[in-house]
């Protein structure tokens, strides 16, 4: 088994929408920590899981970006809470080879979405 890991970090903003009141109810800000986890038991033509550029290019969309309008197709066609969980979700089902992707939003706070 091949087995990549790619480390990005990241700024965006987000507005997440609760059933309670929060203050991550207005639009705020986060460097996000990305770590993207790829698995293959053959390699491409090129000898790689997954061109890490390819992973930097879906990573980056996210990046200084208003994440509510980038992630707008979840489970079951319903748009996805940009929660730190749904954007490891979001991330790990939009790259080639992902098995598992980690998103750190703050210090001590880390989501992880495996398959």
């Excluded at 990549?4 to 920590?33: D, M, V």
């Excluded at 208003?66 to 748009?79: A, L, S, Y």
């Amino acid at each position: 088994m091949f087995t990549l890991t790619k480390r990005i970090e990241i700024s965006g903003a987000h507005r997440l929408s609760l059933p309670y009141p929060s203050k991550c109810q207005n639009l705020h800000g986060h460097n996000w920590i990305v770590i993207i986890k790829c698995q293959s038991e053959t390699l491409d033509e090129n000898g790689m899981v997954v061109d890490f550029t390819k992973i930097k290019k879906v990573v980056k969309l996210l990046d200084h970006a208003n994440v509510n309008d980038v992630i707008n197709e979840g489970r079951e066609g319903k748009p996805l809470n940009p929660t730190a969980e749904n954007i490891a979700y979001w991330l790990c089902h939009k790259i080639p080879n992902c098995v598992e992707v980690s998103v750190q939003e703050s210090e001590g706070n880390v989501a992880v979405y495996a398959k």
